[in-house]
């Protein structure tokens, strides 16, 4: 096995720059770049390895690290998921202020890859400037409050466990299920410890996003169903984005005379201008749209989790007996009653009736 030599923050940077996405038939990085705050924690480490590779993974100097993590989340979502950025800070508050956009992006489930610097992990010197000191345990540091907002969280003591660490990084950034924020804690003095990697763990790799097709039998439930409807009405969120079907999903709407409600995160997934579109739905949806939520028998959501804005904490479905046909795992209930969830990705059942 062929090996080189590297630290730790080469080894880090090299991997990130080796990666790409298929975007319109094509191949582009998927790191578009680094949005990068320097201090205490990662100059010396990440810092030097990012100079090295600026022409492979440019560095973005950022002046507030909330805002230049909240730019990543905001660029994840422009480009549907295909491409995403990764952001540095140095350690104490300057890792704690990307704590909000982390919680934004987990929420909207969105990928952003923090690489907040780290105490030391041999301890000399500790304590070092700004630095949050945990008395009682000497392993946290600031970068636990990540722990919450992250979909995968790691903290790297030794060099080489970016080998285990970071197919973990890519294999959540990159699934529609799991997709939200990843954070690395680097601890200052891991970054600039070499290892021999393997070569093969730099080979470049182009990541292509899964569209796992229905289960035939509940597409037939979910067909039959809209041919029985009188009312029924589509909810389109921001799954529709991700998976390019806006374009489909007019065609679909125009070809059944259905009207479409859209979610926040799913504006856009039909033209404003579309005779089928009646705007937003929920807390802050449109009359049109939320007269229609009330008298729908079939409810097809599309891409989209049914959250408490979205279906006005439960209470914005009201016909007697309605049917949810969702691609998620959750649909509409009535009060006081929580729909069925399970494996699958797509669900039927009849409301204040047997579950089909």
């Known amino acids: 096995m062929t090996t080189i030599r590297l630290t730790m923050a080469q080894a880090l940077v090299r991997f990130l720059a080796a990666q790409t996405s298929e975007v319109d038939g094509g191949e582009q990085p998927l ?55 990764a952001c540095t800070s140095s350690i104490g508050p300057g890792a704690t202020n990307m ?3 982390a919680a934004v992006a987990y929420a909207n489930r969105l990928p952003v890859l923090l690489l907040p610097g780290d105490i030391f992990a041999g301890r000399r010197p500790d304590p070092v400037l700004q630095q949050i000191e945990a008395f009682d ?7 636990d409050c990540f722990r919450p907002v992250s979909r995968w969280w790691d903290r790297i003591t030794r060099p ?14 990159t699934d529609p299920a799991e997709c939200g924020p990843v954070t690395l804690a680097l601890p200052q003095d ?18 292509r996003w899964r569209r796992p097709p229905p289960d035939p039998a509940e597409l037939a439930d979910a067909a039959a169903a809209l041919a029985r409807a009188r009312a029924p009405l589509i909810i389109a969120g921001g799954g529709v984005h991700y998976a390019l079907a806006a374009e489909c999903l007019g065609e679909f709407a125009e070809r059944h005379d259905i009207p479409v409600a859209e979610t926040q995160a799913g504006k856009g ?44 904490s439960r209470s914005l479905f009201r016909h007697p007996v309605r049917r949810a046909v969702s691609t998620r795992s959750t649909a509409p209930s009535a009060p006081g009653r929580r729909p069925p969830t399970g494996p699958s990705r797509r669900v039927l059942w009849r409301e204040r009736g047997t579950r089909r």
């Open 190 to 207: 891991v970054q600039a410890e070499a290892y021999d990697y393997p070569e093969e763990f730099f080979r470049p790799r182009c990541w």
């Open 160 to 173: 080489e466990q970016i080998l285990e660490s970071l197919p973990q990084v890519m294999r959540v950034l």
């Open 99 to 101: 704590v909000t956009a």
């Open 269 to 312: 997934a039909i033209a404003w201008d579309h005779y089928c579109a009646v705007g937003s739905i929920g807390v802050t949806g449109s009359s049109a749209a939320n007269a229609l939520a009330a008298e729908a028998d079939v409810i097809l959501a599309v891409g989209t989790r049914l959250s408490d804005f979205t279906t006005a």
């Open 137 to 143: 345990d000497p392993t946290i540091s600031v970068n």
């Open 31 to 85: 790191f578009a770049g680094v949005f990068a705050i320097f201090g205490h924690g990662n100059v010396a480490g990440l810092g030097e390895a990012l100079y090295e590779a600026a022409d492979r993974l440019p560095t973005l100097r950022a002046h507030n690290e909330q805002a230049m993590a909240l730019a990543a989340v905001g660029f994840a979502k422009a480009s549907r998921r295909r491409r995403m950025m």
